[in-house]
């Protein structure tokens, strides 16, 4: 028989128990301190927390989630805090103990044969991208947060980006991984194996659950060979339909050199030409559309200017791309890719603006772009669609921002109308609702309709066996039980 939980109101002596384990400097209580890892990157969560806690090894997170369950009290876990769905935001019931895993920031080292490199959770990904640079090899998962974002929320998350096209999502570069479970437990799973087919694969549970089935704590990362020659062009084109074409004709001869293919309307091009500094566009029209495309390739003696160019050529022949610059230097090539990444800030400067993160397959993207954009334009006058993202993988960011004669307020009102709206199509399309943003505490309500029945069930099944106080991230993934299906 298990002791009583003591009660919740006890905090005083949790929080003294904390401190012993985790030092001074791992136990933030001031509201000032505090303050910060309440509130989401996109400003729509505002939370509030009993502590934040900063382990800086597995063994004292460990020590702390025991004492966290003793108590009763719910952990969110928090890295970069980047998160687009407010996933790792605690609610606003001052219940709640954030853990930063910003301390746990050491990268325990590359190997040059196996070509992994083991990282703790609190690195951020562009620091583990320099050292895999500097290693000679590259970690190939590029996103717009790589600055911020860390390697335990980009593997919690399953975060996918700008390369999902060639080397796929977070998921298919873990080769092992260490967890502490939600009762304290450290699951030990650092393997590097190519093969090793013992029962289920673990590891791959924690990547994606955002949070919800224990925290991550390291990683063994596959890299990849640096690349040798890299080309970054910018395309003119009419539609959606044009780049689709473009992206075909890159894959049928060689679908082995996509580093990235990005997809952007004119909207959010012009957005971002407005309001990002420094970012111009160098072409001698706007466009309706355009396309990034990236090749790399490790061979030094490849041809891969020539490759570009002589696909290019053909495309601007047959009209699928009326214009196209393609960068001379690392600094042009920095400038074009300034162009894409900037979208998401651009859009946060124009005002409130929708996001729906979804994913359809490739060969519909055309279909999605043109009757989502339809579809919202007759649902509220006025709306500037500005759909972007990773079309060589099907993601796209299907954004939408606010009329310029409405406030912000009255088009967030309208937020859930929009989001059904995009999300009917994509359905009728046999896409997904959260291609790489997850579900975080903005979609759950989704969860029920789109993955109910057998699937919900399942996961509920999983997450009460781990987790049968649901301490871990409460609120995020899951509807709650009342409103999903009998079955779900
Ligand atoms: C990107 O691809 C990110 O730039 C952000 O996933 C997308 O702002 C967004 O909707
Ligand atoms: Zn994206």
């Not at 796929?168 to 450290?186: F, I, K, Q, S, T």
């Not at 539609?239 to 309307?265: K, N, T």
């Not at 970012?279 to 559309?289: G, K, R, V």
Request: hydrophobic share 45%; charged share 20%; net charge negative.
């Amino acid at each position: 028989m298990t002791a009583a939980a003591p009660a919740p109101a006890d905090h005083t002596r949790l929080l003294e128990q904390l401190a012993d384990v985790l030092g001074p400097a791992g136990v933030l209580t001031a509201a000032d301190d505090i303050d910060p890892f309440c509130t989401d990157w996109r400003n729509l969560y505002h939370g509030r927390a009993l502590a934040v806690l900063r382990p800086a090894d597995t063994d004292a997170l460990s020590a702390a989630v025991r004492l966290c369950v003793a108590y009763g009290v719910p952990m969110v876990p928090q890295g970069g805090n980047t998160s687009m769905v407010g996933g790792a935001t605690p609610d606003d019931s001052g219940r709640e103990i954030v853990i930063c895993m910003s301390r746990m920031n050491h990268i325990r080292g590359i190997d040059p044969h196996e070509m992994t490199m083991e990282v703790e959770a609190g690195v951020p990904l562009k620091v583990a991208q320099d050292a895999a640079r500097d290693a000679g090899m590259m970690l190939p998962l590029s996103i717009s947060s790589e600055g911020s974002a860390q390697m335990g929320g980009v593997l919690a998350t399953n975060a996918g980006g700008n390369n999902t096209v060639r080397y796929g999502n977070a998921r298919e570069l873990v080769l092992g991984l260490e967890a502490v479970l939600p009762d304290g437990e450290v699951f030990h799973g650092l393997r590097r194996l190519r093969k090793d087919n013992t029962g289920y694969a673990l590891r791959q549970l924690f990547v994606g659950s955002e949070g919800t089935l224990g925290f991550i704590t390291r990683a063994i990362i596959q890299l990849q060979p640096a690349p040798k020659e890299v080309e970054v062009a910018l395309c003119a084109v009419g539609d959606a339909q044009g780049a689709l074409a473009l992206f075909s004709a890159f894959r049928a001869l060689d679908p082995a050199l996509i580093q990235a293919f990005e997809y952007m309307s004119g909207t959010g091009m012009a957005l971002v030409n407005e309001l990002i500094p420094g970012a111009a566009l160098p072409l001698e029209q706007p466009a309706p559309a355009y396309v990034l495309v990236e090749l790399a390739t490790p061979r030094p003696d490849a041809n891969l200017r020539e490759f570009m160019e002589g696909v290019l050529a053909d495309a601007m022949e047959n009209g699928i791309v009326t214009d196209a610059v393609m960068a001379e230097s690392e600094g042009q090539r920095t400038n074009l890719w300034k162009l894409r990444e900037e979208h998401a800030e651009a859009q946060k400067r124009a005002g409130a603006s929708v996001k729906n993160d979804v994913s359809v397959p490739v060969s519909r993207v055309p279909e999605l772009i043109a009757r989502a954009t339809r579809a919202c334009e007759e649902l509220i006058p006025g709306i500037r669609p500005a759909p972007f993202g990773h079309l060589g993988d099907g993601n796209i960011h299907f954004n939408l921002v606010q009329p310029t004669d409405m406030s912000g307020d009255a088009f967030l009102a309208r937020a859930h109308d929009i989001m059904d709206t995009v999300a009917d199509i994509v359905r009728d399309l046999d896409g997904s609702f959260s291609a790489e943003h997850g579900v975080g505490q903005l979609k759950p309500y989704m969860m029920a309709e789109w993955r109910g029945g057998a699937e919900l069930a399942t996961m509920r099944r999983i997450k009460a066996a781990l987790d049968p106080q649901n301490l871990m991230n409460p609120g995020k993934i899951f509807p709650p039980a009342a409103s999903a299906p009998a079955s779900g």
